[in-house]
């Protein structure tokens, strides 16, 4: 486990599963990864947000690349 992982998780879920960035303040979401990590910091919906903002901006330089050759 590490935070970044998680963040990235997070995120990848909320974007793939069309998912709201505030679903990390569900309190049974909450319950449930505390659960499994006790004392986890679980990020705020702003933060997923901005989490997925770099992960399309840093895949879509990927892409780019990839339909460049």
């Known amino acids: 486990y590490t935070q970044a992982a998680h963040r990235a998780l997070i995120a990848l879920h909320c974007a793939v599963s069309k998912r709201p960035f505030n679903s990390v303040t569900d309190p049974h979401y909450i319950a449930e990864v505390r659960l499994l ?5 679980i990020p705020n ?13 840093e895949g879509s330089k990927h892409v780019k690349v990839y339909f460049l050759v």
């Open 37 to 41: 990590h006790p004392g986890v910091i």
């Open 45 to 57: 919906p702003r933060t997923v947000a901005c989490d997925v903002s770099v992960i399309y901006l």
